[in-house]
């Protein structure tokens, strides 16, 4: 088998790094501008795959609970007026958890099996939230 491992969409990672600032700093207009560009930013590379359309809605139905997720966590951070760095940590993982789902429906368009794999589903990490290492497999 081969593994494939990838990052988020170009710009995803400033993005969410930048969400999470505006969210704990309870700025909710500015962290629903930053949102929306995230979301466009994913809509548009899923479009740009010119996926048949039932993949197409399927893949659009996961960036769709990814993002509910994601927003929800955000608004959580907003209440609190802060992020811990787990939280950072959790928000920051978005960037690959919607992109595995791109990158394996675009290599299923080129007729190779491909099925996206969260990394939490393979590899255990230290708590050292911000910089943990690999300590084990799932």
Do not use: W
Request: aromatic letters at 4%.
């Amino acid at each position: 088998k081969v593994v494939v491992v990838v990052s988020a969409v170009s710009g995803a990672t400033n993005l969410l790094v930048e969400c999470t600032k505006l969210a704990s700093e309870r700025k909710k207009p500015q962290l629903n501008k930053q949102l929306e560009k995230l979301y466009t930013l994913h809509r548009s590379t899923l479009e740009d795959l010119a996926l048949p359309a039932k993949v197409h809605e399927e893949n659009r139905d996961i960036l769709d609970k990814h993002f509910k997720h994601l927003k929800n966590l955000l608004y959580s951070i907003h209440e609190l007026a802060e992020a811990s760095k787990r939280s950072q940590d959790l928000v920051t993982s978005f960037g690959e958890r919607m992109s595995i789902h791109l990158v394996a429906a675009a290599i299923q368009k080129k007729g190779k099996l491909a099925q996206p794999v969260e990394a939490n589903e393979l590899i255990v990490t230290s708590d050292d939230f911000g910089s943990a290492k690999q300590i084990g497999r799932a």
